[in-house]
């Protein structure tokens, strides 16, 4: 018998380790008693956390509407007193037992005196949780001292699965808690109203971009390398219906094209060499939310085909899988390149392009947006004075006429990395000539507008009406130049008047 209830212990050991799924682990438990030892109507009973009342977990032998029925206060019945008490109990006669209530009513006749209840308590640490019971063949005078023991041993496996399971969703409460934090810091950062911006151009653009950000339609975002597409499809997504959903970000270019297949629609196990398992792609991680293809332009062929089918049919096959998943993804891609040149030139495929063209949008170059530069100067300054511990007010006047005759080529990507490398090496309060990159300064610089002293709205002010009065120079009519400087006629008007030009 010994060796009985050893193999009973290492089968429910087993059992227990082999699923993270606590009802389907219990279920395991109450069989290998049904099975091994003859224990009947194997039942645990868990305490609810929420109203503090003692309820079947799982039973074995009983219906659903039994199972609905075995719900019991601390203390009451031979459940609740095992709970209350923290000690075993065991009815040998339970037409005799006051405290058996026989609320499932899985026992029609309590006259058949041809089983005894055993009932021991289920402990996490020191706290009672619930308790396992099961019927057990009558013995009669003999003790069921034995059964109990192996009862505690079991009830005491289930305790530390009940903990894990409690840990677990800890855990899990505290990471959806994480998640929804992120998501809200994601959604301040990424709103359009922390694009950095005064320009005209950049105002014209992000307008656009908000209108379409509530609908459905795909976008495609042009602008060469550095104008911020990356932080514009950010702002869409998060402005959307679907901000609650995924953005999943994907750059065509930094994949090779053997691997980018697979990374946007995933793979099962054994697709090729080294699939050990099934991989989700990027476009199921995406489902519900959005996903950004970033320098779309860089697809192959082959691949343009199989993307074009996704945006068409929109579902999708696992490479090496015969399953069609049906997805709901958001689209918005971006690239540097000139896709209408390209289809002429049969390097991208025009059905595919005019799928992903449905609202375009072109990100200005900063050297056609340069009044903007004091403003991202500015924050850039605050954003790596704080990374670095440093308190440097800003930019002198000679930094700043560097800056505004540079003609950023790497646009604000590369102001950025210009800033960062001067607070890094500025002493002083401002930075000044001495700390910008030299292929800056080797440039002659073209004298400001800006007035020394000048504070940020009039620096943003002596600019703009600098590019309103190259714009009438240049295009000799105010109808073009409203439409060179992207803003209505009407608008240009009010600042000739208001700069008196």
């Given amino acids: 018998m010994r060796d009985v209830k050893v193999q009973v212990l290492v089968e429910i050991g087993e059992a227990l380790s082999s699923s993270l799924d606590l009802e389907k682990s219990l279920h395991s438990i109450l069989k290998v008693l049904s099975d091994s030892l003859e224990m009947k109507r194997g039942t645990i009973t868990l305490v609810d956390p929420v109203t503090n ?36 109990m065991v009815v040998p006669d339970i037409e005799a037992e006051p405290l058996f209530l026989n609320k499932t009513q899985a026992r029609k006749n ?37 059964d109990i023991k192996l009862l505690m041993i079991i009830a005491a496996m289930v305790g530390q699965t009940v903990k894990v399971r409690e840990l677990a969703e800890k855990d899990r409460k505290a990471i959806e808690a994480e998640n929804i934090k992120l998501r809200q810091q994601l959604k301040g950062k990424y709103k359009f109203g922390n694009v950095i911006y005064t320009s005209p151009a950049m105002e014209t653009v992000l307008e656009g971009a908000r209108q379409v950000a509530s609908t459905n339609a795909a976008v495609l975002l042009l602008g060469e390398s550095g104008t911020g597409k990356e932080l514009v499809a950010s702002a869409i997504h998060y402005a959307s219906p679907r901000s609650e959903k995924p953005l999943i970000k994907v750059a065509c270019a930094a994949l090779p094209e053997n691997l980018l297949e697979s990374e946007l629609f995933g793979y099962e196990r054994g697709a090729f060499t080294g699939a050990m398992e099934r991989k989700i792609g990027r476009f199921e991680m995406a489902n519900g939310g959005t996903i950004f293809l970033d320098e779309i332009g860089d697809l192959s062929l082959a691949t343009q085909v199989k993307l074009l089918r996704v945006l068409q049919e929109k579902e999708i096959e696992r490479l090496g899988g015969t399953q069609t998943i049906k997805i709901d993804v958001r689209v918005i891609c971006a690239t540097h390149q000139d896709l209408k040149k390209m289809v002429e030139e049969k390097k991208f495929r025009d059905d595919l392009f005019y799928r992903i063209n449905v609202f375009p949008v072109m990100l200005p170059p900063l050297r056609d947006r340069k009044e903007d530069i004091p403003l991202l100067v500015a924050h850039f300054t605050h954003k790596y004075n704080k990374e670095n511990n440093k308190e440097i007010e800003g930019v002198n006047r000679a930094a700043l006429d560097i800056l505004m005759a540079y003609n950023w080529p790497g646009n604000v990507r590369e102001l950025e990395n210009v800033i960062e490398h001067a607070v890094v090496l500025c002493q002083k309060e401002l930075i ?24 940020l709205p009039k620096i943003v002010e002596s600019i703009e009406k600098q590019k309103i009065k190259e714009a009438l120079e240049k295009h000799k009519t105010q109808r073009k130049a409203a439409k060179a400087l992207g803003i209505t006629e009407r608008m ?10």
């Fill in 53 to 88: 009342e003692l309820k079947i977990e799982v039973a074995q032998g009983l219906t659903r509407q039994e199972k609905n029925r075995g719900r019991y206060k601390i203390g009451e019945g031979v459940t609740g007193k095992v709970v209350e008490s923290g000690e075993p």
């Fill in 110 to 146: 309590l006259h058949e005196r041809e089983f005894a209840f055993l009932c021991v308590p289920i402990k996490v640490g020191n706290k009672v949780v619930g308790a396992l019971s099961v019927d057990h063949l009558f013995k009669g005078d003999i003790s069921y001292e034995e």
């Fill in 432 to 455: 000044s000539p001495r700390d910008l990159p030299a292929n800056l300064s080797t440039q002659s610089p073209v004298p400001s507008p800006v007035p020394t002293g000048a504070t």
């Fill in 492 to 501: 240009l008007g009010y600042k000739i008047g208001k700069y008196g030009l």
